[in-house]
């Protein structure tokens, strides 16, 4: 089955630094990609995601990720942070095997500093 | 669309006892799902439905029973309430035609186990 590794647990930047997260995935094929959100006190929702073509997805509030398959992984960035994107962000993929059943990463809890 | 909501959104149980939580969702999705959030852990899947009456065993099932009498609804039960189920629990709906790993999530209900 497929799992998925965040390689950082807890973030701490200054507004208008840049952001990129990890995200590796553990073996390849055609493979469905997502970055789930969660602002405080809030639940998740969809960042962007991934099924085929460009490798580069752009999602909500300047937030995009790159696909690059050599590497099983799929960063999340965004080139100036704000206050405002202070949350937990979730990479997710399928289970593998047939299932379309996401697993999800432990997460990353990024703070930003106004 | 309210979309997916849960009830209840607090909860505090003794040990031993039991407790039903309800998601339901408007959106007509065929799958509807119940995951635990801990520290640390990311989100864990305990149950899933893929249509109304069948549902299936996740990553974390011991101690859950669920149930899927109507489409729109999912039951998540704790027979005897343990302190390791002290947990943030999500239920998400999602649907074939946007690809199924599209999870739509609710609030949550957070449970405290005494």
């Known amino acids: 089955a497929q799992s998925v590794s965040q390689h950082n647990h807890h973030v701490i930047l200054s507004e208008a630094a840049s952001l990129e997260l990890g995200c590796n995935y553990s073996?390849?094929?055609?493979?469905?990609l997502f970055w789930y959100v969660q602002y405080p006190g809030q639940h998740l929702q969809l960042l962007l995601k991934?099924?085929?073509?460009?490798?580069l997805v752009k999602g909500i509030k300047g937030f995009e990720a790159e696909f690059i398959k050599s590497k099983f992984s799929f960063n999340l960035r965004k080139p100036s942070v704000q206050w405002s994107d202070t949350a937990e962000y979730f990479c997710?993929?399928?289970?593998?095997?047939?299932?379309?059943?996401?697993?999800f990463g432990r997460g990353t809890s990024l703070i930003v500093h106004p | 669309n309210a979309g997916v909501t849960q009830t209840p959104k607090f909860r505090v149980l003794k040990t031993g006892q039991s407790m039903t939580l309800l998601c339901a969702q408007d959106?007509?999705?065929?799958?509807m799902y119940w995951y635990r959030q801990d520290p640390g852990m990311g989100l864990r899947l305990i149950h899933y439905?893929?249509?109304?009456?069948?549902?299936a065993k996740g990553e974390v099932p011991d101690g859950y029973n669920v149930s899927r009498l109507k489409k729109q609804n999912f039951l998540l039960g704790l027979e005897s309430a343990a302190p390791s189920q002290t947990s943030v629990y999500f239920c998400?709906?999602?649907?074939?035609?946007?690809?199924?790993?599209?999870?739509?999530f609710g609030p949550g209900t957070r449970l405290l186990v005494l």
């Open positions: 998400a709906s999602s649907y074939a035609g946007q690809g199924p790993e599209t999870q739509y």
């Open positions: 073996y390849g094929g055609t493979v469905n």
């Open positions: 991934y099924f085929s073509g460009d490798p």
């Open positions: 997710a993929v399928p289970r593998g095997g047939g299932s379309y059943i996401p697993t």
């Open positions: 959106m007509n999705h065929e799958y």
């Open positions: 439905s893929v249509g109304e009456g069948t549902t």
